[in-house]
């Protein structure tokens, strides 16, 4: 069983960065296409940003430009950086594989865009 543990949100101002991560407790990145995903109040879950094992990246098109996905084998990590954070950013972010499955939801992380 693979567990998923998010972390690295936070209360930021509007432009302002956050860098998310999502560790693994194995290794799995190599074998799964992987996603970050995120709900705000009110709203279904969605893909914000997928990395594909072999390294493709897509996004959604409300972040293209400002947030960046990466994985790092080495240390069972997949990163989401943040950048131009805008309030509507305000969610709770979830990685998962892609397409994802239920048993690897985790706690996620609550990213916060307020001034």
């Known amino acids: 069983q693979v567990q998923l543990v998010e972390s690295g949100g936070g209360l930021v101002q509007p432009g302002g960065s956050l860098r998310l991560s999502c560790l693994a407790s194995?290794?799995?990145?190599?074998?799964?296409?992987m996603g970050w995903y995120r709900q705000a109040p009110g709203k279904q879950r969605e893909l914000v940003a997928g990395?594909?094992?072999?390294?493709?990246?897509n996004y959604a098109d409300s972040v293209k430009g400002r947030f960046t996905i990466s994985g790092d084998n080495a240390r069972n990590t997949v990163y989401l950086q943040m950048n131009s954070l805008k309030p509507e950013d305000t969610a709770v972010y979830y990685c998962?594989?892609?397409?994802?499955?239920?048993?690897?939801w985790g706690q996620g992380t609550q990213v916060t865009v307020s001034s």
């Open positions: 998962n594989t892609y397409p994802p499955s239920r048993a690897y």
């Open positions: 194995r290794s799995i990145f190599t074998i799964f296409h």
């Open positions: 990395i594909t094992s072999g390294g493709d990246t």
